[in-house]
Every structure is written in structure tokens, then in C-alpha cells.
């Protein structure tokens, strides 16, 4: 049986696995070779994506965009300029944005493989607000990850900022083409190229402080945000990925069981070899590239633990800076959890000892939000 490549690369990145017996939501709920939880939590259904791996999923349909009877918001394309400077503010950013809603772009500038933007713009933005770009797991969608996953939306409101939420195109098995050279390239004409679009319409038509841009993403989007910061290392000045992969982890790989190399742990590389992976995605870059940071579970079923270090040692060797931790915070943000800082705080590790792939856990999201100053 043949998968598409986005859904080979990849389905099972989007488990929510742990100790629970009840599966969340995105959680893998059942597939060949899988010996874990098959239980969904209460209003979600065990859907199957494919022979080797089933997800937890709303039983319902897709929460709405909007929360009002407003329509979606139709944008005009940026002008064609290479700049990202923000206009003068002349009063509350985007001023054609509903507030306090989900609510979507119909058109943000070059979007080759048609992914869709969607904003969430608090009550109380700031006159000059930071700009959050969060990309859901694959078999997700933005509603979903608005929805599902809360905690950024929620920040937003208490701190200002605006939280662009991207969504894969139609096609894509709704997963991120991570594994294309076109999406692994600046300006090559895939999905890093609309999301960066989206990150450049705001810049200059919602009064961002480009100082405040940063990227996140769960699984799949994970895997999004570390090529955003390689593509794009002008635009965002920090990541932080949940249960994710080195940049060009998967990009060699066939859809196979049992499980990919990469998914499974087993790509060990040097921190050089990672790092010019990155490298070759913007090629004679020579500006600051975003801190970044990288959390994952150690029971997560759908990315081997072993893809955290490997992660370590791609940025650390982008940032120049020692693969030797300067300090490491057991029971830090909670218990169960180990924190280690590389290069002070360029690029910080967060272990979690039986957590699953079911990345954010509640109420960690803050780490990541004090980690970006937003």
C-alpha cells in the first residue's frame, strides 16, 4: 500500500499518548504493532489514519472559525516589496480583524501550496504586539489546535500578542510537507513559503513588532517550526517545538512499518552534519539564527525519546555553542520534567519523564511564552 509523502512523513505525529487510560484528543488510539491505550476520552472517536496508526478524534464536527456570525475576514495581498518594516500605528492593530474570535485570511500574499491562515486577535492586543505563529500535528487542523490545545490563545489574551494558526493544504492528509526539498528551502514554493507570507503580511499591515515573532508547533508542526527557524532564521527570533524532529530528519525516508527510521529514533547523526542541514535551507545566511526551544516525552510512542538529543545538537551546532548543557533544573516546570540550557539560553531542552506525544501538557505552554518575552 502506498501513502502520500506528507502522510508518510507523518501520521503517527500527532499521539497524544500517556500513562492515561484514556486517550486525549490526537492521541493514538490503536494500529498494527501498537500495544498502548485504546480508550478515547469522552465525546472522541478512534479514527483510523492508515494500517499502523489510529488517532483520537473529535466524535462531533470541527468547531466553527468564527464564534460570532461574523464572516470570515477578506485581506488584500501585502504590496510587493521585500520589506517587512510596520506602518506608522494610527490606532488598535488590525483593525479589520474581529476580536476575541478565530477568523480567517483569504489572502496573505505568495501562497504556492494553498495552506490556509487563520488569526486570533485578543480584546486587549497591544498597539504594538508580538506575533505567535502555532502549527498543528498532523491529522489536525487550526480550528483543532485552537480548540484543543488552548493555552496559546489564552496567553494571548492575558499578554496582547496575536496568534497567527496555520493549516496544511488540502491533499496533505492535514500534515505539514516537512520532507520536500520546495518546503526545506526559502522562497521554494511550498508550505514555509505561505507560512511565511502570513508572517510577512502581518509584519506589515498589523503594526508587529518584528522584535516579537516567534513559531510553535506540536508533532508535524514541530517538525514546521524547525524549518520555519531555517528558512525564515530573519523572521523569527525564537521556536519552540513539541515532540518534533531534526530538520531533514525524515526527508530520505519511505513510508514503511516497522516505524521510520527518524520516527523511531534510530537517525543518529553529528552535530554538524544536523546543523548543515539547516544551514543549506537559507544558503549564505550570515545573521543570528532564532533560540530555540525543544521539549519531549520519554513514553512518547510516536517519536522516539532519541529525537530530543538529536534536535540538541543540530541547533546547538547552528548556534556555535557547546553540545554540554551550563545547567540543568530537575523537577523543572513541574515534576518529572528536566530543563537544560545550552549557550545562555540560546537553546534550552525540556525532558518529560513518562510524557507522551501529547505535547503541550496543560499549563506549560507559559515556559515557552516567558522563553519568547511575549
Same mark, same amino acid.
Given at each position: #500500500?502506498?501513502?502520500?509523502?506528507?502522510?508518510?512523513?507523518?501520521?503517527?505525529?500527532?499521539?497524544?499518548?500517556?500513562?492515561?487510560?484514556?486517550?486525549? #484528543?490526537?492521541?493514538?488510539?490503536?494500529?498494527?504493532?501498537?500495544?498502548?491505550?485504546?480508550?478515547?476520552?469522552? @465525546?472522541?472517536?478512534?479514527?483510523?489514519?492508515?494500517?499502523?496508526? $489510529?488517532?483520537?478524534? /473529535?466524535?462531533?464536527?470541527?468547531?466553527?472559525?468564527?464564534?460570532? $456570525?461574523?464572516?470570515?475576514?477578506?485581506?488584500?495581498?501585502?504590496?510587493?516589496?521585500?520589506?517587512?518594516?510596520?506602518?506608522? *500605528?494610527?490606532?488598535?492593530?488590525? %483593525?479589520?480583524?474581529?476580536?476575541?474570535?478565530?477568523?480567517?485570511?483569504?489572502?496573505?500574499?505568495?501562497?504556492?501550496?494553498?495552506?490556509? #491562515?487563520?488569526?486570533?486577535? %485578543?480584546?486587549?492586543?497591544?498597539?504594538?504586539?508580538?506575533?505567535?505563529?502555532?502549527?498543528?500535528?498532523?491529522?489536525?487542523?487550526?480550528?483543532?489546535?485552537?480548540?484543543?490545545?488552548?493555552?496559546?490563545?489564552?496567553?494571548?489574551?492575558?499578554?496582547?500578542?496575536?496568534?497567527?494558526?496555520?493549516?496544511?493544504?488540502?491533499? $496533505?492528509?492535514?500534515?505539514? !510537507?516537512?520532507?520536500?526539498? *520546495?518546503?526545506?528551502?526559502?522562497? @521554494?514554493? +511550498?508550505? /514555509?513559503?505561505?507560512?511565511?507570507? *502570513?508572517?510577512?503580511?502581518?509584519?506589515?499591515?498589523?503594526?508587529? !513588532?518584528?522584535?516579537?515573532v516567534f513559531v510553535t508547533g506540536t508533532s508535524s508542526g514541530a517538525m514546521m517550526t524547525n524549518i520555519m527557524a531555517a528558512t525564515y532564521p530573519d523572521l523569527f527570533k525564537a521556536g519552540a517545538v513539541w515532540a518534533g524532529t531534526a530538520v531533514g530528519c525524515l526527508s530520505a525516508n519511505t513510508p514503511q512499518f516497522p516505524p521510520d527510521p527518524c520516527q523511531s529514533g534510530t537517525v543518529i547523526r553529528t552535530p554538524q552534519e544536523w546543523g548543515d542541514r539547516v544551514r543549506r535551507a537559507y544558503p549564505g545566511y550570515n545573521g543570528p539564527w532564532p533560540r530555540m526551544q525543544i521539549w519531549h516525552g520519554t513514553n512518547d510512542f510516536a517519536?522516539?525519546?532519541?529525537?530530543?538529543?538529536?534536535?540538541?545538537?543540530?541547533?546547538?551546532?547552528?548556534?556555535?555553542?557547546?553540545?554540554?548543557?551550563?545547567?540543568? /533544573?530537575? /523537577?523543572?516546570?513541574?515534576?518529572?520534567?528536566?530543563?537544560?540550557?545550552?549557550?545562555?539560553?540560546?537553546?534550552?531542552?525540556?525532558?518529560?519523564? @513518562?510524557?507522551?506525544?501529547?505535547?503541550?501538557?496543560?499549563?506549560?505552554?507559559?515556559?515557552?511564552? +516567558?522563553?519568547?518575552?511575549?
Open positions: #500500500m502506498v501513502f502520500s509523502p506528507r502522510l508518510s512523513a507523518f501520521v503517527a505525529l500527532v499521539a497524544l499518548t500517556n500513562a492515561a487510560t484514556a486517550v486525549p #484528543m490526537y492521541g493514538q488510539c490503536g494500529g498494527s504493532g501498537y500495544t498502548g491505550p485504546t480508550q478515547c476520552d469522552p @465525546g472522541l472517536v478512534c479514527v483510523k489514519l492508515n494500517d499502523w496508526y $489510529s488517532q483520537c478524534q /473529535s466524535g462531533g464536527a470541527q468547531p466553527p472559525v468564527t464564534t460570532t $456570525s461574523s464572516p470570515p475576514v477578506t485581506v488584500s495581498p501585502p504590496p510587493s516589496t521585500t520589506t517587512v518594516a510596520p506602518p506608522v *500605528a494610527t490606532g488598535p492593530p488590525a %483593525p479589520e480583524i474581529p476580536a476575541g474570535q478565530l477568523t480567517q485570511l483569504r489572502s496573505f500574499g505568495n501562497n504556492p501550496s494553498n495552506i490556509s #491562515m487563520f488569526v486570533y486577535k %485578543p480584546q486587549n492586543v497591544k498597539n504594538r504586539p508580538g506575533l505567535l505563529v502555532a502549527l498543528h500535528p498532523c491529522g489536525g487542523t487550526a480550528q483543532q489546535y485552537f480548540s484543543g490545545f488552548p493555552g496559546f490563545r489564552q496567553h494571548a489574551d492575558q499578554r496582547g500578542f496575536i496568534v497567527l494558526y496555520g493549516q496544511s493544504p488540502p491533499g $496533505s492528509s492535514n500534515c505539514w !510537507d516537512i520532507i520536500s526539498t *520546495a518546503s526545506l528551502t526559502r522562497e @521554494g514554493g +511550498d508550505d /514555509s513559503t505561505g507560512i511565511a507570507s *502570513a508572517v510577512k503580511y502581518a509584519l506589515q499591515n498589523w503594526n508587529v !513588532d518584528p522584535e516579537k517519536l522516539d525519546h532519541k529525537n530530543l538529543a538529536e534536535q540538541m545538537k543540530q541547533w546547538t551546532n547552528v548556534h556555535n555553542i557547546s553540545q554540554t548543557p551550563t545547567s540543568t /533544573s530537575p /523537577s523543572t516546570p513541574r515534576q518529572g520534567w528536566t530543563k537544560q540550557v545550552y549557550g545562555n539560553g540560546l537553546v534550552e531542552t525540556f525532558s518529560g519523564q @513518562g510524557a507522551g506525544h501529547g505535547l503541550p501538557e496543560s499549563g506549560t505552554e507559559v515556559v515557552a511564552m +516567558d522563553f519568547f518575552g511575549l
